[in-house]
C-alpha cells in the first residue's frame, strides 16, 4: 500500500455570531498505479487530489443554542479522483441535560 500525504491549511473569521472558514485540503499519494479502464478502484492506486471547502454557521443570541450552517466543497484537481461539488446544510440545536 503506499504512503499518503494529507494536510489542510485553513483560515477563517469569527465575529458576532457568523464564523466563516475556508480550507484547502490536499492528498498525495506516493507510489501506486493508476486505475486501468478494465479495473476498479483499489486501495494501492495512486489518488492525488486538492479539495476547497467553504463553510458559513451562525450562533443565533436567542435561542442560544440554536445555529444555522451551511457549506460547499468543490474537487479543484485529481488523478484518480473525479471532480466533484457538494453543498450541505444544517439547523442545529443543543439540548442542556
Known amino acids: 500500500m503506499p504512503d499518503v500525504i494529507d494536510y489542510t491549511l485553513r483560515t477563517g473569521w469569527w465575529?458576532?455570531?457568523l464564523y466563516l472558514p475556508l480550507s484547502f485540503t490536499q492528498q498525495i499519494?506516493?507510489?501506486?498505479?493508476?486505475?486501468?479502464?478494465?479495473?476498479?478502484?483499489f486501495v494501492s492506486n495512486r489518488m492525488n487530489a486538492s479539495r476547497l471547502d467553504l463553510l458559513a454557521a451562525y450562533y443565533f443570541r436567542k435561542p442560544r443554542n440554536l445555529v444555522l450552517r451551511v457549506g460547499a466543497s468543490r474537487t479543484i484537481s485529481g488523478r484518480n479522483i473525479g471532480e466533484a461539488t457538494a453543498f450541505t446544510g444544517a439547523v442545529l440545536y443543543t439540548f442542556n441535560f
Open 29 to 41: 499519494t506516493l507510489g501506486g498505479g493508476d486505475i486501468r479502464r478494465q479495473d476498479m478502484p
Open 15 to 17: 465575529k458576532n455570531g
